[in-house]
């Protein structure tokens, strides 16, 4: 009877201890693969990051002339010529294509993570920096509206004060001629100088965001 016990107990124990090492060795395999999928989380991030920055700088250029030439038609209100701009159309096109112009990066990636929530399989700090600076882009999507308002009104005040001018011309490549026949109406270049404002403050949001990017790619390059 006693080693029918005993064997009973052998076989209880190592039954016990296949059970252990299977749940061990599922633990670990569980451990493994969140580390591995944290991992990619991260180089994901990391490129994400890394486009940010790339296109933001093309836009900074790109937003740097078009203040140059905004700045230059603004300050040469009463003297300026249509006929002195060699390329029109692509001028217009880089002061008054407000949609086409605007500052619309790619998050794509960042945007999926959240909302498949693997973005909280990785540290705060990196949630936290990443969620402030989906803000901050945000921020500059609303200040571009505003300038999207003033070219629209612009453009009202066009058709309801000055139609007898679109027997001539038309929207938007014959802008500069509509300025140019409108220029003692006040209204239509305060709302020049307003447009003007916001280009600025769009490029300033947008230095200020590159410090954001530069801090998040300092903190992404210490995370393993």
Do not use: C
Not at 50 to 70: A, G, H, I, K
């Amino acid at each position: 009877m006693k080693n029918i016990f005993a064997r009973g107990g052998i076989e209880f124990l190592a039954v016990l201890l296949g059970i252990t090492a299977s749940l061990y060795i599922d633990n670990n395999n569980k451990v493994r693969e969140l580390d591995e999928q944290r991992a990619e989380v991260y180089l994901l991030l990391k490129k994400q990051i890394e486009d940010l920055r790339e296109y933001s700088d093309e836009r900074l250029n790109l937003y740097n002339s078009q203040v140059n030439l905004m700045e230059d038609l603004v300050s040469n209100w009463d003297s300026f010529k249509p006929s002195s701009i060699d390329n029109k159309d692509r001028y217009v096109e880089d002061i008054w294509f407000s949609i086409k112009n605007s500052f619309k990066p790619d998050l794509s990636t960042y945007e999926t993570l959240l909302n498949s929530g693997e973005i909280n399989i990785i540290d705060f700090e990196t949630i936290k920096l990443f969620g402030k600076l989906h803000g901050f882009i945000q921020e500059i999507h609303d200040v571009q509206k505003k300038e999207l308002v003033a070219r629209d009104f612009v453009e009202q005040r066009f058709l309801l004060e000055h139609s007898q001018y679109f027997k001539k011309y038309s929207m938007p490549y014959d802008l500069l001629e509509l300025l140019d026949a409108t220029r003692n109406d006040e209204v239509i270049y305060a709302n020049l100088k307003f447009i003007l404002s916001i280009k600025t403050s769009r490029i300033v949001r947008i230095l200020s965001l590159k410090q954001k990017i530069k801090k998040l790619e300092e903190h992404l390059r210490i995370i393993k």
